[in-house]
């Protein structure tokens, strides 16, 4: 079956796939469309599993609320570049994700992965982006919250925040409008705890022995009692509440009180219960290629 120029390209429209990829696929199956097709999934599976052992630390993180389900999602989805962050396709891929974490409440990525998603699962759904796109992408982590929750993506979606607020007599719009303010608190400030009694005993064990030993190394508090030195370590346990813990932490917009006074504020009985920040690629390996060097090889 013969074919020509302009079935190179409808094939290329359907599939993503190159111009030269799809001329060789046509060639191959005779002109084919729907078995050339196959063959570039084929070749996509063999070529996702080629790219995944690439770095993949780029990418969006997205979060939002469904209000009709009362459901938060945040949800990180890594490339290798910050390229295809602001590719369209990619931020849909990233959003319908979100869609089935929200629909589905899977337990892990894993199950996540499994789920059904267009003609097939998300899996298959990954396998045909990084075809298409052209990088190594991953899903590779996901928080979800029922209840009263307000969402915030800064950065473009470098960073992606995700507070949830107990049951308030508080309008929507109230909650709303604090819980902003909580989550850019969230995302500049990046608290560990959400309170001083949220933090584990074998944490604040830690910090504890660390600043002791702080302490007895400074010579000015060589000849000092063990009772003193136990007080000055309980007030720079105050200190590092104060700089970790959410409703511990100084109001970035008012420096006079603390988060926790001014979600108070807000309404009476308005309380964070729990958050969740994910930051791109944090704790991931950053790619660190010379990108010139890349474009130079490509051009010869």
């Known amino acids: 079956m013969a074919f020509t ?19 060789k696929a046509l060639v191959e199956t005779d002109g084919d469309m729907e078995k050339a097709i196959d063959i570039l999934r084929e070749k996509g599976l063999a070529a996702a599993a080629k790219k995944a052992g690439r770095i993949a630390a780029e990418g969006i993180v997205f979060a939002t ?6 459901v938060g999602v945040v949800v990180e989805v890594n490339s290798e570049t910050d390229f295809v962050a602001k590719n369209a396709d990619f931020q849909a891929f990233v959003q319908d994700v979100a869609a089935i974490v929200a629909d589905k409440n899977p337990a892990s990525v894993d199950e996540l992965l499994t789920l059904p998603m267009g003609e097939g699962d998300v899996a298959a759904v990954l396998r045909e982006k990084i075809l298409v796109i052209g990088e190594n992408l991953s899903i590779r982590r996901f928080e979800r919250y029922e209840g009263n929750c307000v969402a915030y993506v800064h950065g473009g979606g470098r960073i992606g925040v ?20 909580v989550a850019m608190q969230i995302a500049a400030l990046n608290p560990m705890y959400l309170s001083k009694e949220s933090v584990p005993e074998a944490d604040l064990a830690k910090e504890k022995e660390i600043l002791i030993g702080q302490i007895k190394n400074d010579p000015k508090n060589a000849s000092k009692p063990e009772q003193i030195i136990e007080k000055m370590v309980t007030g720079r346990i105050g200190k590092f509440y104060e700089q970790n813990c959410l409703l511990e932490q100084a109001f970035v917009k008012d420096g006079d009180i603390t988060v926790g006074k001014y979600v108070t ?36």
Do not use: H, I, P, W
């Not at 609320?65 to 009362?70: G, R």
């Not at 507070?163 to 508080?170: G, I, L, Q, Y």
């Not at 964070?272 to 950053?286: A, D, I, T, W």
């Open 5 to 23: 120029a302009k079935d190179v390209q409808t094939l290329r429209e359907r599939t993503g796939v190159g111009m030269m990829d799809c001329k």
């Open 65 to 70: 609320v469904y209000e009709d389900k009362k």
């Open 162 to 181: 995700l507070v949830k607020f107990d049951e308030t007599s508080a309008d929507a719009d109230t909650m709303t409008a604090c819980g902003k303010d």
């Open 265 to 300: 504020n807000c309404a009476a009985d308005l309380k964070v219960v729990s958050f969740v920040r994910f930051e791109k690629g944090e704790g991931l390996q950053k790619r660190e290629d010379d990108f010139a060097a890349e474009v130079a090889s490509m051009m010869k």
